[in-house]
């Protein structure tokens, strides 16, 4: 395979830098099966629960689809916590940085805050604020928000739910991810 000439990137060339464009544009391509083989192997995370990461992210989406959620709702649904194993204590900004190209102002912000509007639900049980939302009043996708979670995520957790496979969604994460990127 050609290689660029440059040590240090100050150097590079046109053609360098041409060459590593026409290798970027293929690799790109590649990202929703990349995501996709990401999100397969989230079968043993979070000890505890009683459905895998990847059950959970399945439910959650499997729930969006079938409310007839719009497809960017729908992967965002399926990658909502994407960054759990990488990223934990702000998961929900590591999976809105991975969808924020492709996706909506909407979308992506819902996917952002989701984390700290799941507190609703359990942080009363460790003496943290569930309440934390509520600095979010207010905002236009503030029940956005509250419905993702209420909907969708907190009750994905449940094993006698029937999702889809993973296989269903593929066309919905292909579609959003070859999109071009919106502009920030």
């Known amino acids: 395979m050609e290689k660029v000439k440059f040590t240090q990137?100050?150097?590079?060339?046109k053609e360098d830098y041409l060459l590593l464009e026409k290798h970027e544009k293929k690799f790109i391509e590649k990202t929703p099966s990349r995501i996709l083989k990401y999100l397969s192997s989230l079968t043993s995370t979070l000890e505890g629960y009683q459905v895998?990461?990847?059950?959970?992210?399945?439910?959650?989406?499997?729930?969006?689809?079938q409310e007839k959620a719009n497809d960017e709702m729908v992967v965002a649904a399926l990658l909502h916590d994407i960054g759990d194993e990488l990223a934990f204590h702000n998961h929900s900004e590591f999976a809105a940085a991975v969808l924020k190209p492709y996706v909506s102002e909407k979308t992506r912000w819902i996917v952002e805050k989701h984390e700290i509007f799941q507190l609703y639900y359990y942080a009363h049980h460790l003496e943290y604020n569930k309440d934390e939302r509520e600095k979010?009043?207010?905002?236009?996708?503030?029940?956005?928000?509250i419905d993702f979670c209420e909907n969708w995520d907190q009750k994905s957790f449940d094993p006698n739910f029937k999702s889809l496979p993973l296989k269903e969604f593929e066309?919905?994460?292909?579609?959003?991810?070859?999109?071009?990127?919106?502009s920030s």
Do not use: C, W
């Open 9 to 13: 990137m100050k150097e590079g060339t």
């Open 52 to 65: 895998s990461r990847l059950e959970h992210s399945l439910q959650s989406a499997t729930r969006a689809l």
């Open 136 to 145: 979010y009043k207010g905002h236009k996708y503030y029940k956005d928000t």
């Open 171 to 182: 066309p919905f994460v292909k579609k959003i991810f070859n999109r071009t990127p919106y």
